[in-house]
């Protein structure tokens, strides 16, 4: 590869193995960030027992000064957005909710100011940056993917729905490499 494709490559963000797709590394992850992962984690657990007010709640308000990397902010929104819609969508009455609480709703503005992302579920993060390879050593394909996170009930059919365009989207740049 030349060196100005590289650095245009870079300039925005595109990976020359995995093109759009971002490598978010949860393991690297602030610990600050924790409650936001834990919640994504149990979503499909507090659905079922009618907890997902309480567990927003609990949850503590976090500025994002140690969010120091492009794929920390991506993962940040993937999980807020997550987070957000689990809450919205979840509701026991028919009436949605009117606001967010505070816990979510400040970091998700300021996440998604800085990505210049809207503070909604958009493909950028719940297809592009939601993904993990399960074995490295392996083909980069559906069954050897997991989600990150916006798993709201346990069905291979609801991680398929992303995996397979993380996959597409790889696959259409290995075969325009070729």
Request: charged share 25%; hydrophobic share 40%.
């Amino acid at each position: 590869m030349d060196e100005h494709l590289a650095k245009t490559l870079a300039r925005f963000r595109v990976d020359p193995q995995c093109g759009f797709l971002i490598k978010c590394r949860p393991e690297d992850f602030p610990m600050k960030y924790r409650p936001w992962v834990e919640i994504c984690e149990r979503f499909s657990d507090l659905i079922t027992s009618c907890k997902v007010e309480e567990a927003l709640e609990a949850l503590p308000e976090l500025s994002c000064d140690e969010l120091l990397t492009h794929e920390d902010y991506r993962y940040a929104h993937l999980l807020l957005v997550t987070i957000t819609s689990g809450y919205l969508w979840n509701q026991r009455t028919s009436q949605t909710p009117t606001k967010l609480p505070r816990s979510v709703s400040l970091p998700l503005l300021t996440v998604s100011e800085h990505l210049g992302l809207l503070p909604v579920v958009t493909h950028a993060s719940t297809c592009l940056a939601n993904w993990k390879l399960v074995d490295p050593d392996k083909e980069f394909c559906p069954e050897n993917l997991r989600l990150l996170a916006f798993k709201f009930f346990e069905h291979e059919g609801n991680d398929w729905f992303f995996t397979v365009t993380a996959q597409a989207l790889r696959q259409h740049l290995q075969l325009r490499k070729n």
